[in-house]
């Protein structure tokens, strides 16, 4: 399993683990893809548990950060949301499993 201190902008899927326990997988492969798994006891959210199209992966995503990223919504009623993770404590490629 490689690690890594800061997320890389390589294609392929990285899992990054936070100190609340809410893991985030990020998948680089000509789209920028995010889905969140939250830890028990977490906050829910829209996109808990399924693979939505980023339309902005911002800043953040280092071991000790935030990473920042923005959805844009289905409807253009809702618009695009954003969403911060807790601190990052792993950055993972798990392209290879």
């Known amino acids: 399993m ?6 890389p902008t390589d294609p392929g899927v990285y899992r990054i683990d936070t100190a609340s326990g809410t893991v985030h997988v990020i998948t680089i492969d ?19 548990n399924r693979t939505v199209v980023l339309s ?3 800043d953040g995503w280092y071991v000790g950060g935030q ?5 844009s919504d289905e409807t253009y009623m809702s618009g695009k949301t954003w969403h911060q993770t807790a601190a990052i ?9």
Not at 2 to 7: D, I, Y
Not at 67 to 71: M, P
Not at 89 to 97: A, K, L, M, V
């Open 30 to 48: 000509g789209w920028l893809r995010w889905e969140r798994r939250p830890s028990p006891g977490s906050s829910t959210a829209t996109y808990d």
């Open 89 to 97: 404590i792993s950055i993972t490629d798990q392209s290879e499993q």
């Open 67 to 71: 990473g920042y990223l923005e959805v």
């Open 2 to 7: 490689t690690t890594f201190e800061k997320l």
């Open 56 to 58: 902005l992966l911002g």
